[in-house]
C-alpha cells in the first residue's frame, strides 16, 4: 500500500496521521540515510521536519513511485530539486508561507537568545561556577542599551529581531536588497556600512546562489574589532574558515551559530573543535524554530499540502 513517509520530532507524528490517514499510511523509519532509503519503494511521499537525511538523486532514485515532497522547514537545501523537477515532483517548503510563519517566534527568540549568550559570556561563566569558582571579574559583559544591532536579511525573524532589540534600547540598522517596503524602524545600510556600524551582527537570509558565501573573508575584515556574530538561518552563508579565523584573530569577540555546514556531521567540524576549548563559540544543534507548539502547527501544513498533492492523483 503507497504511503508517507514521516521524518520529524515524534510528538508531531499524530499531527501528520490525523491529516493522511487512513488513506495514505503513515510510516516513520529510523531518521538515517540506508533506513529511509529503504523505506521508499512504496512511498507516494515524504514529509520531512527534521533536515537530517539528505535526498540525493541515489536515495530519490530508491522512490519510482514518489510524487510529492513537502518539508515542515522554511529551508530544503538537503534535498536535491533538480531531481525532483526533473521527474515533476513538486517539492514544498514553508518559505513562501509568510502568513502562517509571522507568528511563529521560535527561531527569532532563540537567535536573541545566542545573542545574550555571547554578550554576557554565559558559556564561561556557568563552566566557572561548576568548577568551583567565583571571580566575576572574568566575565566583563556587554550592555545590550546604546550599542547597534545590525540585521543581515529584514524579514520575518530579522524583524521581530529587531523589536527585540529596540526593546533594549539599541539602535537597528539593516541590509536586505529583497524586503519591500522597507521596515520603517531600521535603518536601511549597504552590507559593508553595515558590518563596520553593528556591534552585534545577526543573518536571516535563505540559502541560495545570491547568499552562498555572502559573508567571506572581505566581509569579516570590514566588521568591527569585537563585534559579536548570530547566525541562525545556514552554514554556508559564511565561510566558516573564515569565520574561524576572525576568532582566532580576535575580530569577533564571540559567535553563537545555530547551523553548520554539514550538519548534521559535525563531530569533526573545525568550529565544533574550537567550541570545544574556547567560550566564546556557542553552537546549537539547529534547534531555533523546534518548539512543539511551532513544530505542530508546520508539520499539519505540510501534511495538507501532500493532501492536496495526493488527492489529484491516481491513488
Known amino acids: 500500500m503507497n504511503s508517507v513517509v514521516y521524518l520529524g520530532p515524534s510528538h ?25 532509503g529503504a523505506s521508499l519503494f512504496d512511498a507516494v511521499a515524504v514529509l520531512d521536519a527534521s533536515m537530517r537525511v539528505r535526498f540525493d538523486r541515489a536515495i530519490l532514485e530508491r ?3 514518489l510524487r510529492v515532497i513537502s518539508t515542515a522547514t522554511t529551508g530544503a537545501d538537503h534535498i536535491d530539486a533538480r531531481v525532483l523537477a526533473d521527474r515533476k515532483i513538486p ?4 518559505a513562501s508561507e509568510k502568513e502562517l510563519l509571522q507568528n511563529l517566534t521560535a527561531a527569532a527568540e532563540h537567535s536573541w537568545l545566542l545573542l545574550m549568550t555571547c554578550a554576557r559570556r554565559l558559556r564561561g561563566a556557568v563552566q566557572h561556577v561548576l ?12 550592555m545590550l542599551r546604546g550599542k547597534t544591532l545590525g540585521l543581515v536579511g529584514c524579514g520575518r525573524i530579522g524583524s521581530w529581531m529587531g523589536r527585540y532589540a529596540r526593546a533594549f534600547q539599541m539602535e537597528v540598522v539593516g541590509y536586505d536588497p529583497f524586503v519591500a517596503p522597507w521596515p520603517e524602524e ?30 567571506a573573508e572581505p566581509e569579516f575584515e570590514k566588521m568591527k574589532p569585537g563585534a559579536v556574530l548570530i547566525n541562525t538561518s545556514r552554514g554556508s552563508v559564511t565561510d566558516e574558515e573564515a569565520l574561524l ?14 547551523v553548520l555546514e554539514g550538519e548534521p556531521i559535525v563531530a569533526t567540524h573545525r568550529l565544533v573543535e574550537y567550541a570545544r576549548k574556547h567560550e566564546n563559540l556557542i553552537i546549537t544543534p539547529h534547534i531555533g524554530g523546534f518548539c512543539p507548539d511551532a513544530v505542530n502547527l508546520v508539520v499539519a501544513h505540510a501534511a495538507r499540502r501532500i493532501s492536496d498533492v495526493l488527492a489529484q492523483s491516481p491513488s
Do not use: C, M
Open 91 to 94: 517539492l514544498f517548503t514553508l
Open 131 to 142: 568548577e568551583g569558582k567565583w571571580k566575576r571579574e572574568e566575565f566583563p559583559g556587554i
Open 245 to 258: 579565523a576572525s576568532l582566532q584573530n580576535g575580530r569577533l569577540a564571540a559567535a553563537g551559530l545555530d
Open 12 to 36: 508531531a507524528i499524530s499531527t501528520a496521521q490525523s491529516v493522511l490517514e487512513p488513506r495514505w499510511p503513515v510510516i516513520v523509519p529510523e531518521a538515517t540515510y540506508d533506513s529511509v
Open 186 to 215: 531600521i535603518i536601511r545600510l549597504d552590507l559593508g556600512e553595515l558590518l563596520a556600524r553593528a556591534d552585534f551582527i545577526s543573518i536571516h537570509v535563505p540559502l541560495n546562489d545570491q547568499t552562498r558565501g555572502l559573508i
Open 63 to 65: 522512490a519510482p513511485v
